[in-house]
């Protein structure tokens, strides 16, 4: 009691989203719950954007195997409560014991890119285990790997003019390398979003852009062997293999 009491108190969202099916939201899959105060008529439409997210996801990591609960806020004081956050369109909670909840924030503009997103950690997530994901993935890759599967910044396909489309985006955000963030810098959570919101936007495009190049090298089969990897005990480093130079302090050699 005092364990679960603890919890309560520090992560108060994820006691709500497991107990959603208590709550006055509306669901008739156990699988999708939207807010009391959205219109039933918007279900159908609503339902047909996940499901293009999931597949887009599902194409990705060639079988997409979590299956989280979605959770539709209308107001900010709903997404706050399941949240535990005021800003942003969506976002996404795993817990150790295997549940999972994207949760999406309608007044915010809920489309694919956003849900394939937050789909995105989820999958990492259940691909690798909670474990793992948490103590050995750098967030730069965690957001970096969901960028892959949202294209609201980048809006490019293929691997190559992907990355050369995030490439001109980071050139952009850090004046060509002067601003320029370390990975090294960005591997936490706190790091990755404090700051600014010009710092956030640095963090994303400096994660798309390492991510959407090693992608391109590894070719596509690389994300399985990454995840194989990962699942058979190897490390991050030594699954992830070396980075990229893209991040030299020396603007001379930005340049060149």
């Known amino acids: 009691m005092i364990l679960a009491g603890s919890l309560f108190f520090l992560y108060p969202q994820i006691f709500y989203c497991e ?3 208590f709550s006055n939201f509306k ?3 156990k699988k999708v719950y939207f807010s009391p105060d959205i219109n039933r008529k918007q279900y159908k439409t609503l339902k047909s954007t996940i499901a293009l997210a999931e597949a887009r996801v599902d194409s990705f990591y060639q079988g997409k195997i979590s299956n989280p609960k979605i ?7 709903q997404y706050q409560k399941y949240c535990s956050s005021t800003e942003g369109a969506g976002c996404s909670i795993g817990t150790p014991w295997g549940s999972s909840y994207v949760i999406l924030n309608a ?3 809920m489309n694919i890119d956003v849900i394939a997103h937050e789909m995105g950690h989820i999958e990492l997530l259940k691909q690798i285990g909670w474990w793992k994901t948490t103590t050995d993935i750098p967030q730069w890759f965690n957001e970096g790997l969901a960028l892959m599967l949202d294209r609201r910044f980048v809006g490019e396909i293929s691997p190559r003019d992907r990355y050369r489309a995030y490439r001109y985006e980071w050139r952009y955000y850090t004046r060509n390398g002067r601003d320029l963030l370390l990975l090294k810098d960005i591997s936490t959570m706190r790091e990755f979003f404090s700051g600014g919101q010009k710092h ?3 963090a994303y495009m400096t994660a798309g852009m390492e991510v ?3 992608l391109l090298l590894r070719r596509e089969a690389g994300l399985q062997r990454f995840i ?3 699942r058979n005990g190897a490390p991050f480093e030594e699954a992830y293999g070396p980075m990229r130079p893209h991040h030299f302090k020396d603007s001379k050699k930005i340049s060149e």
Not at 71 to 77: N, Y
Request: net charge negative; charged share 10%.
């Open 19 to 21: 107990f959603i099916a």
């Open 27 to 29: 669901s008739s899959d």
């Open 71 to 77: 959770i539709i806020c209308q107001t900010p004081q």
């Open 107 to 109: 007044q915010q503009g």
């Open 200 to 202: 956030v936007m640095s």
């Open 212 to 214: 959407s190049y090693w």
């Open 228 to 230: 194989a990897e990962m």
